[in-house]
């Protein structure tokens, strides 16, 4: 049985006869709403899709935890600012803090706007409740008066809860509430007193405020967490809610707010699911919205469909993990989306499957399958020109329209040029010499032929599909019985036509793209009938080495005298350079020149090459496993056939030779250099 269907059966078992079921979930907007806070949503919605399928009347509550305090800036808000100004509202409640971006009237609407304009793009519908003005309005009275005087029950409950032993001065000295003060705002705030019949309280506050606090007239305080989570069950009879796999975690906040809900209030918890965090492939550490670090759901539906993005959610089980991919592994998720999808729409899918992709569908919406893949590979062909690719598509045989892969389009051309440029396929403008050079007589004879054959004409998809394996059976007829010797020399025969249009070892599906790409476009780059020396555009990149080589590359370029100061910048003009640490993994001189040398470094992230005039100063040896300091992203520059993806950091000896910036053996591979 699919998960959210066993979770709703649950619901109706505990409480059959009740009327209205009700799903909760909550975030407090400390900062951008990430994805991984997203689960608190699709859990509930799932399972409130279940309760409804089942025929039961039910809704999906959402409460803005506005009224927690700020307990420390995030990073994007720091940035923005561009000075710790905003540390003074550390103690504040959000709801009470300005807008740091000027456009909302507080610093919990921004990020709430945020999240709620994202998540239209889901279809997903909820009652809201704003947690500040629940407070405020004096609904929850009644509760923090009675918390108050069952404050020794609840320090018990909490106590059995922790690792370390209490005092009982602890316990006589207990309150469960912050009031907010009036006159610094904060909650630093401690209860010296309260009333028999604990309606009011005596208060000092670290800013030297004291005063007197009646809870049946003044609403500025707050529940502490533990306290407040079983409340708020009550108040809005809560029968289903999820949370993090750290509030699942024995003796942690669901546990201890159960006791206090059962023990304390008189109701029942509600049926609780942890769930396990999200993780996005190739970063480390838990999202969090107060780090800076995160991913919201805008940025990524601009990598995913709305119904792929609840597809993630819905097959996986909450407390099992999952990814977002920033890396190739979005096309998989994309592949196995469609796969689902389509056994869906024809009724072969199972029961599982089938609950899955019905909890994905968005009203007013329908996703065509057309392959991410393809509209990666060949979408770089035809500068993503959305008519373009409709041709493209026609000739091949699969007649999508431009109606039909538009979205994916725009999401597959911000994938590749933001996540994965290194990816993108470029035909080379010139003859790839340098690799030809490499190349032994059969295989430029593979080559040969299939110029020969391309040139002819009158091919169709299959035909060039076939004509591609026939090449290396002619080529090497002593091979073409021996399977594995086949499919070996085949694989190099790829590998060589990918290198020669492309400058790579892979690339898309080899007939699909010779297919699809107007022939003349390539043809040229698989000619070797003239001598490298007659050429026209080997002799010009030639001359072209020569002139790099007398202008020296900017960041080779020493001054005997210190160079004079540049004009000030701001801060975040200097946080746009990503400069890290990275490892030589390997250096080689570069053919034709005696300055230009082609290293290959590991970013933390993955494999780049950097091209840098300092052949005649450092010997490969001295280089490679070396840490060393890097800005990454500056724009690719080329040099010869090599794309040179940023500059090494240098300065000056005394005698005008180069000095690269080498890290500290312990410097970790990826982090930043501030």
């Given amino acids: 049985m699919y998960w959210a269907d066993k979770l709703a059966d649950e619901i109706i078992r505990r409480n059959p006869e009740k009327e209205e079921y009700v799903c909760a979930a909550g975030i407090s907007p400390s900062g951008s709403v990430h994805i991984g806070n997203f689960r608190d949503i699709a859990t509930s919605y799932f399972v409130y899709k279940a ?24 990073k994007n808000v720091a940035d923005h600012l561009g000075n710790n100004s905003f540390e003074k509202y550390i103690g504040y409640p959000y709801a009470d803090i300005p807008d740091p971006f000027g456009c909302c009237k507080s610093y919990a609407e921004h990020f709430e706007k945020e999240f709620m304009n994202s998540l239209k793009n889901f279809g997903i519908e909820m009652e809201y409740h704003f947690q500040a003005q629940e407070y405020r309005s004096g609904r929850y009275a009644e509760h923090i008066i009675f918390a108050l005087k069952n404050r020794k029950k609840i320090f018990d409950i909490l106590d059995k809860h922790r690792t370390q032993d209490s005092t009982e001065e602890e316990r006589e000295n207990y309150y469960p509430v912050s009031i907010f003060c009036p006159n610094c705002g904060k909650d630093s705030t401690k209860i010296v007193s309260v009333s028999e019949d604990c309606t009011k309280a005596k208060y000092i506050c670290e800013c030297g405020h004291e005063g007197e606090f009646d809870f049946t007239k003044d609403h500025n305080c707050k529940l502490q967490w533990k306290v407040d989570w079983p409340m708020r069950w009550l108040a809005e009879g809560v029968d289903f809610e999820p949370g993090g796999k750290d509030h699942a975690s024995k003796n942690g906040s669901y546990d201890t707010a159960k006791d206090v809900s059962r023990e304390v209030f008189g109701y029942p918890a509600p049926l609780f699911q942890g769930y396990e965090f999200i993780g996005i492939k190739g970063s480390v550490g838990k999202m969090s919205g107060s780090s800076g670090f995160n991913m919201t759901p805008d940025f990524l539906l601009k990598l995913y469909q709305p119904e792929v993005i609840l597809w993630l959610y819905a097959k996986t089980e909450p407390l099992k993990a999952f990814d977002f991919c920033l890396s190739d592994e979005i096309l998989r998720q994309y592949f196995e989306f469609d796969k689902m999808l389509t056994s869906y729409r024809d009724g072969t899918a199972n029961e599982t499957v089938a609950r899955v992709m019905e909890n994905c569908e968005i009203a007013g919406r329908k996703v065509m399958p057309v392959p991410m893949g393809q509209l990666v590979d060949l979408g770089s062909v035809v500068n993503f020109n959305a008519r373009m690719m409709e041709q493209l598509f026609e000739k091949i045989g699969t007649p999508y329209k431009v109606a039909d892969f538009s979205e994916r389009f725009a999401k597959a051309e911000f994938w ?21 050079r490499t190349m032994d007589e059969s295989e430029k004879k593979c080559v040969k032929e299939l110029k020969e054959y391309i040139s002819k004409g009158g091919y169709t998809l299959d035909s060039l599909q076939s004509e591609l394996y026939a090449i290396p059976k002619r080529v090497y007829p002593d091979k073409a019985e021996d ?50 020396a007659e050429d026209p555009d080997a002799v010009a990149e030639e001359k072209e080495v020569e002139k790099t080589e007398e202008k020296k590359v900017t960041e080779d370029t020493f001054v005997a005298e210190p160079a004079p100061l540049k004009e000030q ?77 940023g500059m090494l950091l240098a300065s000056t000896n005394e005698d005008g030779t180069c000095h690269l910036l080498f890290a500290a053996d312990g410097a970790q591979i990826g982090s930043l250099v501030h």
């Fill in 51 to 74: 309760l409804l399928k089942r025929g039961k009347k039910a809704k999906l509550l959402f409460s803005w935890d506005e009224y927690d305090r700020l307990r420390k800036v995030p």
């Fill in 416 to 436: 590749l040029k933001t996540c994965s440029p290194e990816s993108e396929y470029v035909i080379l403008k010139k003859r790839n010499w340098e690799y030809y």
């Fill in 483 to 532: 399977k594995n010797a086949l499919k070996e020399v085949q694989s190099k025969f790829f590998k060589d036509v990918y290198n020669l249009i492309l400058a790579r070892d892979k690339g898309p599906r080899l007939y699909l793209y010779l297919f699809a790409v107007d022939a003349e476009r390539y043809l040229k780059l698989l000619d070797f009938s003239l001598p490298e």
């Fill in 569 to 645: 910048i701001e801060l975040e003009d200097f946080a746009k350079n990503d400069i890290r640490i990275c490892k030589i993994l390997a250096a080689k001189p570069m053919r034709k020149t005696n300055k230009l040398m082609k290293i290959t470094l590991n970013d933390g992230i993955g494999e780049r090459v950097i091209v840098s005039s300092i052949a005649d100063q450092y010997e490969p040896e001295q280089l490679i496993g070396k840490k060393i300091v890097v800005l990454v992203n500056l724009k690719p520059h080329k040099f010869g056939n090599e794309y040179s993806n």
